[in-house]
């Protein structure tokens, strides 16, 4: 795995059940299975806690700008940034499953301007981000996430 992390334990799965119950289905079924919420097509995130270091899991709806990953830190329209969003601004680096391909990447916080470059786009594939940005003053991060190349050894 790209991501470092203080122990080879398995990654601890989001404490929300649904997210559990469909990232356990969409790992064990090798990403054949659980990869999409409401029709939008999902992908698997790991990454590492800013405070425990422990590896963490969620599954997060994805939108795409050429062959970088776009994902929404959109909490649900909450007025508070997700927590998987503060750890990949302590740690960017993450590892990825997208459907049964697995892989190292980056992530980056999109500037203002290209987040409105690509809006357009993560509202076409999931809707309701319109509605969780207009619903906050918060200011909802859009994220790249870029493959890396795997690590030597």
Known sequence: MAVEHDDEAPAQV??????AKQAELYESSG?????????????????VGRRSGALRRT???????GDDYLIVGSNGGSDSHPLWYLNLLAN?????????ERFPAVAET???????????HLVEVFPR???YRSGT???????????TAPAAG
């Open 110 to 120: 999109l500037s203002a301007e290209e987040k409105e470059r690509v809006w357009p």
């Open 137 to 147: 003053d918060r200011d909802i991060p859009v994220v790249r996430l870029r493959r």
């Open 59 to 65: 599954v997060l709806m994805y939108g795409r700008d």
């Open 92 to 100: 960017p680096s993450v590892d990825l499953r997208v459907g049964p």
């Open 129 to 131: 981000y319109a509605q």
């Open 31 to 47: 990403g054949t299975k659980g990869t999409t919420q409401l029709g939008v097509p999902c992908l698997l995130l790991d990454y």
């Open 14 to 19: 989001s404490p929300s059940a649904w997210v």
